[in-house]
């Protein structure tokens, strides 16, 4: 796997003591802006500005704080980041979400490992059959996807909780922003990280209570 930093712990910690027992956790990634050559040599030479893509993969618990976040290369497939975003959370997991995306056995396998007791929902990539080479919660939720629909299923299993980790990049990018501002590759993890720590320590200051209206 191609990655450029990994994160030690990206949580802003409220106490010194292990978290508590984490009742979900989602997984997912976004990505970010970053620039070539400045505005002032675009401008002198006229020339086009060169933009590529860093990713960063988020763990999001239930309270919204982000457990732990990886950035790497744009090529960097989501699947291949579970298992080093797992290593940072240290407490038990009761349910992990993620989309069809992370849909293989290599990510159930890593997940069960780090998670044994966990619920496990990632609902099944498109013409995926039953095959006994699949992880046994792989197959379960095939299973319940065809025999539920995947409406019936979603609700089944709580799939809605995948959201909080859409709302985390969305927060990302409204806040922090959706560009890294520092050019060299080793220092744009650590951005993206202070981004993250900056969430978290608003995340500890109170969250907006919503009300659905209609």
């Known amino acids: 796997m191609s990655k450029f930093a990994i994160c030690d712990r990206a949580r802003f910690r409220k106490h010194?003591?292990?978290?508590?027992?984490i009742a979900a956790i989602a997984i997912d990634s976004m990505g970010l802006?970053?620039?070539?050559?400045?505005e002032w040599h675009q401008e002198k030479h006229k020339v086009n500005a060169k933009r590529s893509w860093r990713k960063a993969h988020f763990a999001?618990?239930?309270?919204?704080?982000i457990q732990?976040?990886?950035?790497?290369?744009?090529?960097?497939?989501?699947?291949?980041?579970v298992g080093t975003l797992c290593q940072f959370i240290i407490t038990d997991v009761e349910h992990v979400s993620a989309d069809k995306?992370?849909?293989t056995n290599a990510v159930y396998q890593t997940l069960d490992a780090h998670f044994p007791d966990a619920e496990i929902v990632i609902p099944p990539k498109d013409n995926t059959f039953a095959d006994e080479a699949h992880h046994p919660k792989r197959m379960s939720n095939l299973i319940g996807c065809f025999a539920l629909g995947i409406i019936g299923w979603q609700s089944v299993r709580q799939y809605g909780k995948r959201n909080i980790s859409e709302t985390a990049m969305q927060?990302?990018?409204?806040?922090i922003?959706?560009?890294?501002?520092?050019?060299?590759?080793?220092?744009q993890s650590k951005e993206m990280l202070l981004g993250c720590s900056v969430l978290?320590?608003?995340?500890?200051l109170g969250m907006p209570n919503s009300y659905r209206v209609a």
């Open 171 to 175: 927060r990302y990018k409204k806040i």
């Open 177 to 187: 922003g959706n560009t890294l501002h520092i050019r060299k590759i080793e220092n």
């Open 101 to 103: 995306m992370y849909d």
């Open 200 to 204: 978290n320590r608003f995340t500890k």
């Open 16 to 21: 010194e003591r292990p978290d508590d027992k």
């Open 68 to 81: 732990s976040a990886v950035l790497t290369g744009k090529n960097t497939m989501d699947a291949q980041v």
């Open 33 to 38: 802006k970053r620039f070539g050559k400045d």
């Open 60 to 65: 999001v618990d239930e309270a919204h704080f």
